[in-house]
């Protein structure tokens, strides 16, 4: 296999899936705010993750609007 991945990077991946469902199911309940909080919560921390602290801060410093869509 060409890349494989570790432990950490598989609960990240996990993580940005179930953020990218429940980002879904608040938008099937007409933007419920509790389900929207929760998937930023769970896509922020799988990107943190999967990248690892220093890129995801490197990116929110770079990329002040991706920072600003998460805050």
């Known amino acids: 296999?060409?890349?494989e991945l570790?432990?950490?990077k598989k609960v990240g991946l996990g993580?940005?899936?179930f953020g990218i469902?429940?980002?879904f199911l608040a938008i099937m309940l007409f933007?419920?705010?509790g389900l929207l909080a929760l998937a930023n919560i769970l896509l922020?921390?799988?990107v943190a993750l999967l990248l690892g602290l220093r890129s995801?801060?490197?990116l929110f410093?770079?990329?002040y609007k991706v920072g600003t869509f998460f805050g």
């Open 56 to 58: 995801t801060l490197q």
């Open 31 to 33: 933007f419920d705010r």
């Open 44 to 46: 922020l921390a799988g």
């Open 15 to 17: 993580l940005i899936g």
């Open 1 to 3: 296999m060409a890349y």
């Open 21 to 23: 469902f429940f980002t």
């Open 61 to 63: 410093k770079v990329n």
């Open 6 to 8: 570790d432990e950490q």
